[in-house]
């Protein structure tokens, strides 16, 4: 059971290249979503996605784009990378966010660079 | 006021000493409440959820106050593996649910 995998561990880009972050879970998790971290600042919701087909924006979406096709894929794109887009990004799933017990399971994380 | 308020540490404590982690949140809708554990350079993984009665997992004793929005963790017999930041962790309300967090408290455990 491989949990949530993310690709990949270290990527620096050049201002104003694009990319994609991927993420992929095997729990048959209806929910997922992209959270950075940067210093100071904890854990902020960028994308989330309910279920196949469904996305939504949260605290911080500008800059990004996902997508939803199946269950097990929730890709993270940088459209035109940007000095600010340096951070931590971590991918996470959950049968349901929020009901007690059902916590998330993070990846293990993609550290970005934007130089 | 911030969604989700932690003090920020370090608490540097030794070996077998007891500590004790405060958060308070913003959103009286909260219904969900949890404590999770990030070492450094690593993702934050569930340490325990929290529940209105009060709920202990070995070592680890967890507190809800709904009343005042406030949550605590308490670390009894401190182990040196015990060193991480611990993040408080909140339901934002709505039928999303999407998880809010805090900014963590950094915990060294000292020999």
Redesign the interface.
Known sequence: NAGVTQTPKFQVLKTGQSMTLQCAQDMNHEYM?W?RQDP????R?IH?S?GAGIT?Q?EVPNGYNVSRSTTEDFPLRLLSAAPSQTSVY?CASSY??????Y???????TRLTVV | RKEVEQDPGPFNVPEGATVAFNCTYSNSAS??F?W?RQDCR?????LM?V?SSGNEDGRFTAQLNRASQYISLLIRDSKLSDSATY?C?V??GGS?????????TKLSVKP
């Open positions: 979503s959270y100071g600042m904890g854990l919701l989330y309910v939504d949260g971590f349901y966010p929020g009901v007690e017990d916590g998330y399971t993070f990846g293990s994380g | 219904q969900s949890f999770y690593k993702e934050p993984k569930l959820s529940y993040l962790v339901n934002g999303q649910g999407n998880l809010i967090f805090g900014k963590g």
